[in-house]
């Protein structure tokens, strides 16, 4: 009797350790998961009410440049991603104002917006895109990188932030998402969706 | 009788403070200032010796604060620029003096002039601004003629190649870059720590490059 006693009680201290043991490693790898999706979000957007077109203007920039735009332009029309790109040259207050200078020796290319009313979205519903065609920087590109790099800045507009933390996605910093396959990625698109 | 005395300062006290407070907070706030938000791609340089090979010079200095700042193309004001709508629009640049301590490739002044993005005009998670008294090992490119005519302060100048990735924190005998990503793997939660490495080392690699 007192051994079937002592039976019973170790088999359900074991049960509840058991338990308690697989709901603290759940805890814990439910913490330590990387996430499906690994897109990075500025937080600043355009208004998603003015994004069927978002239009673009050339000011004063180079055809390779012009050319490249237009592609990184068709290549997010054909994705999935809310809204779409479309370029007015007679427009006077474009969603985008592209430019390309020498801006000296740093960097590729840039994307800028303000917010002025903190309420996460462009001023004027506006951004600017600088390409830096300076010989060291975009002027030593490929027509093609020239183009990923354009479609890694139309990611910026859309409100996407540098992103890192994986291989090979669009948003990524530097030489990589020259030479992983087609760009943008199922990623990069699931991001603008939930930005939008 | 005493009671009251003290009763009656401290409510009136009291009641002073909240009226200060409440004037205080009806009062509006200035105006909001335009946030601007920067996103900046660039070449990743993902080792010392890539850096350095990429570089004209690399100096380890000490930064003596900030000597400029320019916005659109050298004029401080929109007016001043009489920007037209075709021309370029400027970045917002600033201006760092640097004394050098130690130049491990090319040859460069005592003291340099050294041109970044001024994180003071905008929020770019790519730069983060030289500050005085900080110690530092620069990777740089030197403006040559042409290169950002826009640009008018400082024609003998230097820039930091890739942002952050050109820059490296001295601490004792040690050196951190300050673009951690380009040298290590992210953490679990996507975050990424900075190496530390030895500073003679890395000094020895930059000089086995040139």
């Known amino acids: ?196 | 009788m005493k009671k009251k005395r003290i009763i009656y300062p401290v409510i009136a006290a009291m009641f002073a403070s909240l009226l200060v407070m409440t004037v205080w907070f009806a009062i509006p706030s200035d105006e909001p200032r335009a946030i601007t938000f920067t996103n900046v791609d660039f070449y990743v340089h993902s080792s010392v010796e890539e850096l350095t090979a990429f570089s004209d010079t690399v100096v380890i200095g000490s930064v003596k604060g900030v000597v400029g700042h320019e916005i659109n193309n050298g004029a401080n004001t929109d007016e001043e620029y009489g920007a037209s709508e075709n021309q370029i629009q400027g970045l917002a640049m600033v201006y760092y003096e640097i004394d050098v301590t130690k130049t491990l490739k090319g040859k460069t002044e005592e003291t340099i002039i050294v041109a970044g993005l001024d994180t003071g005009q905008s929020i770019c998670d790519q730069v983060t601004p030289l500050l005085a008294g900080e110690e530092v090992l620069l990777f740089l490119k030197e403006r040559t003629e042409g290169e950002a005519p826009g640009l008018k302060q400082y024609e003998h100048c230097y820039w930091i190649v890739s942002l952050d990735n050109g820059v490296f924190d001295v601490l004792d005998d040690t050196v951190q870059p300050r673009y951690a990503q380009a040298f290590v793997e992210p953490n679990a939660d996507g975050t990424f720590t900075a190496p530390t490495y030895n500073l003679t080392e890395v000094c020895e690699k930059i000089q086995s490059v040139n």
């Not at chain 1, 603290?24 to 439910?30: M, N, Q, R």
């Not at chain 1, 007015?88 to 985008?96: C, R, Y």
Request: negative net charge; contains cysteine.
């Open chain 1, 1 to 196: 009797m007192k051994f079937r006693r002592i039976k019973e009680s170790i088999s359900l201290r074991a049960v509840v350790a058991a338990g308690v043991s697989a709901l603290l490693t759940l805890t814990i790898l439910t913490s330590i998961a990387t996430p499906a999706s690994a897109y990075v979000l500025s937080g600043v957007r355009y208004d998603p009410n003015s994004i069927n077109p978002i239009e673009y203007k050339f000011y004063s920039v180079d055809l390779l440049y012009i050319l490249a735009f237009r592609n990184a332009e068709a290549v997010w029309d054909a994705t999935s991603a809310p809204g779409y790109f479309s370029e007015k040259s007679l427009s006077l207050d474009p969603e985008i104002e592209v430019r390309n200078a020498d801006f000296g020796t740093g960097f590729w290319a840039i994307t800028e917006g303000t917010d002025t009313n903190r309420d996460r979205l462009w001023d004027g519903n506006e951004v600017r895109i600088y390409f830096n065609s300076n010989a060291n920087e975009m002027g030593s590109l490929t027509a093609y990188q020239k183009m990923v790099v354009a479609e890694h800045e139309l990611g910026h507009a859309y409100g996407h932030a540098e992103n890192n933390n994986q291989g090979c996605v669009l948003m990524r910093q530097g030489w990589d998402k020259f030479t992983c396959g087609t760009m943008p990625t199922a990623d990069d698109i699931a991001g603008v969706d939930a930005i939008y």
